[in-house]
């Protein structure tokens, strides 16, 4: 039929013929195969069935997924999830996978990231209405009720008390033990008793218990880290060498001085070798009493520390060394550019002239790299100053170059930066412990 000017034609179509024995040109695609796999069409279905959620078979990537009871950081993490494990995802909120498995049917929450799920697949999930969310429980966190609670590497008073807190100090709340948490504050990780500690309603009951809590008695031993570790009869590189010692031998720590521990080998051998070529773990570390029982320095090193010394000063190091002050206090720093911390000001300097030193103030203080002069009144120009338990630390922590008339340049704090200091106040001649006048 010819439509009316203006109209567009009507055409009615009806079944294709898909008798392919017929000899007519037939144009088109056979029909679906009508067997039992074949699903039902969403407009045959009842509502119901049609508002169901989707739901998808996705797997867990991450080596191990902790498994939340809302969409959120903020809710608690209430299981784990092996990498591997088959989920089924029904609906999503924001970057977050509501999910079920097929032995438990608990709608539970994971992070989207966690889990092997196509992009566009995620977007076409349900999302889940908000309504039907429950808001974060409050944070796992106590208040520190009194000034000076320990924090202990264990939950009890028969462990060693690594700090202690300040009234007010927030604390994120771990695990539980025994009236004891386990607790998290600016990185560091230790036991408090719940006895000085504020903690709102509903937290405790959402903490989890201990599965394991740390031996408080732990083998005193420590492992060497590299080959041919010189064993030494004192405490320090001015001591005679006694023997050496290769990786991988374990050692019995009987005491330890400043940066040196006194061990015992497996023959029964006593010996000292430098902490930092031992792996010792945190909790032995603790446990090692401190002494200072120590033999004598041998007559070669007490002559350097009683007199002067027949190395040349270093007068032109001093003077070089003085054009740094005002510049910058950077942590790790070691060059003009960036900045300096104190170890890094006497490594490039002394580096300027052709010495290597090493990079830290404790390896610094060794015989090998100079003369170990233990008198204030016997420095002169260039020599490096070494201090002990500033800021904090223990043992050897600060170097300064003597520049002469009682003075010392040193990069000091990131408020002052590099600065030219009397070596006679009472801060620094109560932590002086030596001097060395390098080699050049």
Known sequence: ?????????????????????????????LPLATDESLPVPLTILSRSEINAPLIVPATVTADVAKVRNGPGLAYDDIARLNGGTTIEVVGRHNEWLQFRTTDDPTLRWIAAELVDLPEAIFYNLKPVDESTIPPPPPPKVAIVREDGLNLRDGPGTNYVSMKRLTAGEELNLVEQYNGWFLIETGGIYGWVTSEFLNIAPGVIERVPVASSIPDPNPPLV????????????????????????????????????NDWYRVELSNGTRAWIYSELLSVTPM??????????????????????????????????????????????VWGGASPRTGFDCSGLTWYVYRQFGVNLPRTAASQF???????????????????????????????????????????????????????????????????????????
């Open 366 to 440: 060794n015989s090998r790299y100079g003369a170990v002069i233990g008198n204030l009144n016997n420095l002169a120009p260039g020599d490096l100053m070494f201090f002990a338990n500033t800021g904090g630390g223990r043992g050897i922590t600060h170097v300064a170059i003597y520049i002469g008339g009682g003075q010392m340049v040193h990069a000091m704090t990131p408020a002052y930066g590099v600065q030219i200091s009397s070596i006679w106040g009472a801060y620094w001649t109560s932590r002086f412990v030596g001097a060395i006048r390098p080699y050049r």
């Open 222 to 257: 420590g492992s060497v880290l590299e080959n041919s570790v010189n064993l030494r009869k004192g405490p320090g590189s001015a001591y005679e060498r006694i023997g050496s010692i290769n990786a991988g031998a374990e050692l019995k720590l009987l005491a330890r001085h």
């Open 1 to 29: 039929p010819v439509a009316p000017d203006g109209e567009v034609p009507l055409i009615m179509l009806g079944p294709i013929n898909l008798d392919q024995t017929r000899t007519g040109a037939v144009v088109g695609d």
């Open 284 to 329: 032995a570390a603790r446990r090692v009493p401190y002494t200072n029982d120590i033999p004598p320095l041998p007559n070669r090193a007490r002559l350097a520390n009683s007199g002067p010394v027949n190395i040349p000063a270093s007068g032109d190091v001093a003077s070089y060394a003085v054009q740094f002050v005002g510049y910058r206090y």
